[in-house]
């Protein structure tokens, strides 16, 4: 028998599934009329799920037509980021080769796709890619950028086109480092003149590439062209101080500057979300806009979402979720006391003396354990 993954379609916590869903081994999961209980139970369902290859879910099912109404990272959201991440390389590859295949539309379809992300559940979107940040790979923290975008943007009332607009160019800024951007990463010896010269032309080449491939926004170019602005002028390339560099381009350097941070290079391991909110913190009504960098780090929190932790018990969680109080997440435990990962993860509260946070872990040393992303945000998940 063959199988395909389970289509995605509408399917609602209490409904019966329309067709039975299989394991890779050919085991039933849930059969057909079989309720679905738990979001927990969805979301693990959509992760792991086949359908028989021509049988029902397939094409044929009149249920699929509701895929054009359901949103596009409401089933697989780590999925479709992983999508979206391999897009936005092509992109760069193109833009970096002079290849136009509508290369515009594709990088607004993409900023589209992103915003539906945020809009759908913006701390999982943003855990989802707090979690990816394990290594420099520039499609990832581009996407991560441009996520991290929204945090200042929507609270300070940027219009739909301009929020639009900085998404486009937080996708977009170093595509002029496309091709050494992990060698750049991984160098542990002094910049060599040629890459130095690459990264202080990096922002006006970037501007260049995007005008031949058709991109006439002036919000999105500026923004790609004065990221590195700092409001005491001491940024490049252009020297501009204050309120002469835009808010859009304002936004875009904290988070260029926390994505790289908490990513690892080869002369430092990658910093803990922590530490870099600090820096941006101790940099703000200096090099860094003051209220902007206030915003951001009272926004995402002291542990923002997909940050690990350890507890006082032993266990190792992710903060899946901010709320109120800024230091105290909502926390799913992924691996237990004794070190191994737990099956389901776990609910725990971080105002609990043993379930306190002790520190925060590198994502690098547990993220295989992890398995499916997807359920860390589910509600179907148990304290215990």
Not at 127 to 135: H, K, M, N, P, S
Not at 225 to 237: K, M, Q
Not at 279 to 305: C, M
Request: glycine letters at 8%.
């Amino acid at each position: 028998m063959r199988y395909r993954p389970m289509p995605d379609i509408q399917i609602s916590v209490g409904e019966a599934l329309p067709f039975t869903v299989f394991d890779r081994t050919g085991q039933p999961l849930l059969v057909k009329g079989h309720p679905v209980e738990s979001d927990l139970m969805l979301a693990q369902l959509y992760e792991r799920g086949l359908v028989e290859d021509g049988g029902p879910g397939a094409r044929t099912d009149t249920r699929e037509s509701e895929i054009a109404q359901h949103t596009r990272y409401a089933a697989r959201p780590s999925a479709r980021l992983r999508d979206a991440e391999d897009e936005l390389t092509l992109l760069h590859r193109d833009l970096q080769a002079g290849v136009y295949r509508d290369t515009r539309n594709r990088i607004v379809e993409l900023a589209r796709d992103l915003q539906d992300a945020w809009e759908n559940d913006p701390d999982q979107a943003m855990g989802l890619l707090q979690l990816e940040a394990i290594d420099h790979r520039l499609s990832r923290r581009l996407m991560h950028a441009a996520l991290l975008t929204q945090v200042l943007s929507v609270p300070r009332g940027l219009d739909e086109s301009r929020r639009l607009a900085l998404m486009c160019a937080a996708l977009t800024y170093d595509v002029a480092l496309a091709q050494i951007s992990e060698a750049l990463a991984n160098q542990a010896v002094p910049l060599s003149e040629a890459q130095w010269r690459s990264i202080q032309t990096h922002t006006s080449d970037g501007v260049e590439m995007l005008r031949r491939a058709g991109v006439d926004d002036e919000v999105w170019l500026d923004a790609v062209l004065d990221h590195h602005e700092r409001v005491d002028g001491t940024g490049y390339p252009r020297g501009l101080r204050g309120e002469d560099v835009s808010i859009e381009a304002r936004i875009l350097g904290i988070v260029d500057i926390y994505t790289a941070m908490i990513r690892p290079r080869a002369y430092r391991d990658a910093q803990p979300s922590r530490v870099a909110l600090r820096d941006i913190f101790l940099e703000r009504g200096q090099r860094i806009d003051e209220r902007l960098a206030t915003l951001f780090i009272k926004e995402l929190g002291v542990y923002p979402p997909g940050t690990m932790v350890k507890l006082a018990s032993g266990e190792i969680a992710v903060a899946v979720r901010r709320t109120a109080e800024g230091a105290h997440p909502q926390l799913r435990s992924v691996i237990g006391k004794d070190g191994a990962p737990l099956a389901y993860p776990q609910v725990r509260d971080s105002r609990v003396p043993e379930t306190a946070i002790v520190e925060i872990v590198p994502v690098s040393q547990y993220r295989s354990a992890l398995g499916s992303l997807n359920v860390l945000w589910a509600r179907g998940a148990t304290a215990g």
